[in-house]
Each structure stands twice: as structure tokens, then as C-alpha cells.
């Protein structure tokens, strides 16, 4: 988040962004140090997979036919489509504010003002979302928000933006706690529910990862965010659909 320019250089970020100036490593060092650390974990991860795989898959495994699921892959597919939305947002929403007339430090605060949205109803979903037969209001309704807010972004200025914020702020931590939530609603056995949380989490955010580019390459396209922003519109389309398949009342075992 930019500050006043009296106290300029004197955050941690600023701080540590010269240590790295100092020690002559700069930006690029930074990512080869988290690098080696992923590839160190990887080498201490690797060989207990390996014991774990020996070892044999527990009784009541189903973790092949989790894959031939269609309400498996609708929770994935929600999960990783959830996920590009927020990381879209969260990637180019101060570029997109200072495009429409904010001021840089005043697009960070939109920014802060989409996360800090989010989190009421990332505690109240869950909630609610156990109590009921099926989740289909809870996600229809999240999604709807998640549009309505990429609409404000795309059509309005000035108010509208903050808006926009509101809207897609809300409706993203509602559509992430459902997310969540849908690993447990969807099964009956503990087991089961890892299994289906590593299945949506490893392929959704993958598909997640993608986002943020696809976004930016839209953008540089046509140096405007009305493509991109149809883009996550079509998203948002793709989420009900498979959401809504999601938040049925039913179990992966019985698909």
C-alpha cells in the first residue's frame, strides 16, 4: 500500500528491498532463494510420498474413481474458478482504478477495501452453508455478487468503483468459504474429504495460476480492461454453472 511521501522508504518491504539492494542479490535473487527452499522441501517431501505409496492405499480408498466423479470435478472446477477471480482482482485491480482516474496511493486503498470486504461473510457462509439441505442460494448468490461487482469495474468511475469492490469483495469470500466447505458437505468420511480437497486445491489452483496472465495479455491486447473484464464475466458464467452442480445434496461416493 503507498504511503505519504514523508514516510517513504521506511516500511519493511522498503527496508528489506534494500537489504537485497546491499547484498547485491536485487529481485531475482529473492525468487532463486525461494527456489532453492521449494526444492529442498521437495527433496525432504519426495521420499516420504514414497513410503506412504509403498506402504499401500488405507481400506475404503476411492481415490481413482474420485477423478471419474462429475461432482467431484464441480467442486474442483468452482474451486479453481473461485480462485481466478480473486487473484485477477487482486493482480490488476490498482492498475485498473489508476486507468480509471484514481490516484496510485487511492487504488491501493480499493484494493485493501475489496480484501477487507471479503472477510465478513468468509465467517457467516460456513455457518449457514451447514445448515442447509444444499448450498445452491449461498453460491448463486455469491457469484451474482462476484458479476455484478466485474459490471461496476467495467461500466462505471469515481463511486462506482468502490462499489464494485464491495460487490466482488463480498461475493469472492463468500464463494472461497464455500469452496472450502464443499470438501466436507460433499462426503461422509474424513478420508474421502482429504482426498477431494487435494484433488480440487491441486488442479484449481492450477487453473487458478493461470488467471492473472490471461488477464494481463487481454490488457495488452487492446490497452483496455473491457476484454479482460468480459473475461472474468465469462468466468463468473462458468462458476454458476458449475457451482450450482456443486451445491447439490449429494456425496461424491453416490456420483
Known sequence: MPTGGGSAGKGPRSLGLRACRRWGIGWQGAFRFWALVAALSLVVWLPQAWRQKSSGVPA????????????????????????????CIVTWLPELGQSKGLAADTAGW?????????LPMMFVSPM?????????????SAVLLMAFGTIAFLAGQGWLLWVGALFAGIGAGMAFSLAMMLFTLRTRRPLEAAQL?????????????????????????????????GMLLAVCAAMMAFGLGAA????VEED
Not at 480499493?110 to 471479503?118: D, K
Not at 488467471?211 to 483496455?224: E, I, N, T
Open 128 to 140: 449457514l452453508a451447514e445448515r442447509m439441505d444444499n448450498q445452491k442460494v449461498l453460491i448463486g
Open 110 to 118: 480499493l484494493l485493501f477495501f475489496f480484501q477487507f470486504a471479503q
Open 248 to 251: 447439490r445434496n449429494q456425496y
Open 60 to 87: 475404503g480408498s476411492r481415490r481413482s474413481s474420485l477423478w471419474r466423479s462429475a461432482l467431484a470435478w464441480q467442486v474442483t472446477l468452482f474451486m479453481g474458478l473461485q480462485s481466478l477471480f480473486f487473484y
Open 197 to 229: 480437497s487435494a484433488m480440487a486445491q491441486s488442479v484449481g489452483y492450477l487453473l487458478a495460476a493461470a488467471g492473472p496472465p490471461l488477464f494481463g495479455v487481454l490488457y495488452d491486447a487492446a490497452r483496455r480492461f473491457t476484454a479482460p473484464l
